[in-house]
Nanobody, 124 residues
Framework: QVQLVESGGGSVQSGGSHQLSCAASGATYVSYCMAWFRQAPGKEREGVAYVSTSGNTRYADSVKGRFTISQDNARNTLYLQMNSLKPEDTAMYYC??????????????????WGQGTQVTVSS
């Protein structure tokens, strides 16, 4: 059983930076695609950043160049570094995992393990 626990949410000024963490248990990054999703009030959940089992990353156009997904295999922790934050980045952020093959595109799989979410609020 895979368990994901996000942390690091909070309030930040527009233009600022923030980092989210996701502690994973029961999963090894070499076998799992990992991702960050977000959902703002009244909006659908959207994928923000993805990393494959081979370490390839993909990003939503809305965050490309500003957000970076990374992982620490020794600590089983996934990170999302967010720079140049905008008010429209305000959302609940979720960590997600899916067992997948090395050739799988991490933005094309259906994720089946989810964390409880952590809130990020960006004020103008």
């Amino acid at each position: 059983q895979v368990q994901l626990v996000e942390s690091g949410g909070g309030s930040v000024q527009s233009g600022g930076s923030h980092q989210l963490s996701c502690a994973a248990s029961g999963a090894t990054y070499v076998s799992y695609c990992m991702a960050w999703f977000r959902q703002a009030p009244g909006k659908e959940r959207e994928g923000v950043a993805y990393v494959s089992t081979s370490g390839n990353t993909r990003y939503a156009d809305s965050v490309k160049g500003r957000f970076t997904i990374s992982q620490d295999n020794a600590r089983n922790t996934l990170y999302l570094q967010m720079n140049s934050l905008k008010p429209e980045d305000t959302a609940m952020y979720y960590c997600a995992a899916r067992r997948c093959s090395w050739w799988a595109r991490p933005d094309a799989v259906e994720y089946d393990y989810w964390g409880q979410g952590t809130q990020v609020t960006v004020s103008s």
